[in-house]
């Protein structure tokens, strides 16, 4: 029987932060750090029990694992079929072959090698730890300061615009369940401590507590822009609260805005502006 993963405490999900500069190699093409759409999926507290999570800090599950016994899956059906085929083989064919040999070596080795992968979003402290691609290690840095990019997909447009994360040595993937506009606005609107927290009963319990602690440090403006509102649990919550601030207020303005526009790209970046 498979052992059931021991639950992680708050103090033991804290993290150093690791980086303290953007890695991005430029000012522009990132998206921006908004809640632009209403999220498509809110998960299910009963699927992810075994992940810590409230109001300061939520841990969500990485799958490094599952990715490497993909490629393992798929290196050797490959393999399988070549071994199997009584057509005669070609250059092509004896490439691909050996190619799949090689593929399904490395995920092997990968997978029992591959460092800690971490999925770990501090909302307190405003900092986000993310894995690294392959043997890189995972990531600390503060959520303002990471890049955010969407991926392209094929021809087809099949994988296009799924949310992606630029880290140090990493273009990594983060999903929850909708394209990359919807996740992104998942994500910053639990970063974002000043607003209610995100739709979904996984963060029901935590919903009055969060409101207590806003209103006793007077209901600071937002962090980040929202073009949708972000509205609290109940209506009596929602007129105290429209004492300091509205949403439409702050639909193209978060304090935290400033700060990542004070931002200069990755260092390579700027010494090749300057010997140019």
């Not at 000043?194 to 963060?203: A, E, K, T, Y």
């Not at 403006?221 to 509102?229: A, D, E, M, Q």
């Not at 300091?244 to 193209?252: A, Q, T, V």
Request: aromatic share 16%.
């Amino acid at each position: 029987m498979k052992r059931k993963r021991k639950k992680n405490t708050k103090e033991s999900l804290y993290r150093e932060i690791t980086h303290h500069h953007r890695v991005g190699t430029s000012t522009k093409g990132y998206l921006p750090h908004e809640i632009k759409e209403m999220p498509a999926f809110a998960f299910d507290p009963d699927k992810h029990d075994r992940f810590y999570v409230d109001e300061d800090i939520w841990e969500s599950p990485a799958l490094p694992k599952l990715g490497a016994k993909i490629m393992m899956g798929v290196f050797l059906i490959f393999i399988l079929i070549f071994l199997t085929s009584e057509n005669e083989w070609i250059f092509f064919e004896t490439l691909l072959f050996i190619g799949s040999c090689i593929g399904f070596l490395v995920s092997v080795v990968y997978y029992f090698t591959m460092p800690k992968k971490e999925m770990i979003f501090d909302r307190k402290r405003g900092v986000v730890t993310l894995p690294g691609t392959m043997w890189a290690k995972s990531f600390t840095m503060e959520f303002y300061k990471v890049d955010f990019t969407f991926s392209t997909g094929g021809h087809n447009g099949i994988g296009a615009y799924q949310l992606r994360y630029l880290g140090p040595k990493t273009l990594g993937a983060i999903g929850f369940g909708g394209d990359c506009y919807q996740d992104l606005s998942y994500l910053t609107w639990y970063m974002d401590r000043n607003r209610p927290l995100p739709p979904g009963s996984m963060f029901d319990a935590f919903r009055e507590r969060d409101f207590q602690r806003r209103k006793a440090e007077g209901f600071p403006p937002p962090l980040y822009p929202s073009k949708i509102p972000t509205p609290e649990a109940t209506p009596e919550q929602q007129k105290e609260r429209n004492r300091y601030w509205y949403d439409e207020h702050y639909r193209n303005f978060g304090t935290n805005m400033e700060k990542r526009k004070k931002l200069v790209p990755a260092e390579r970046w700027i010494n090749r502006i300057k010997s140019s």
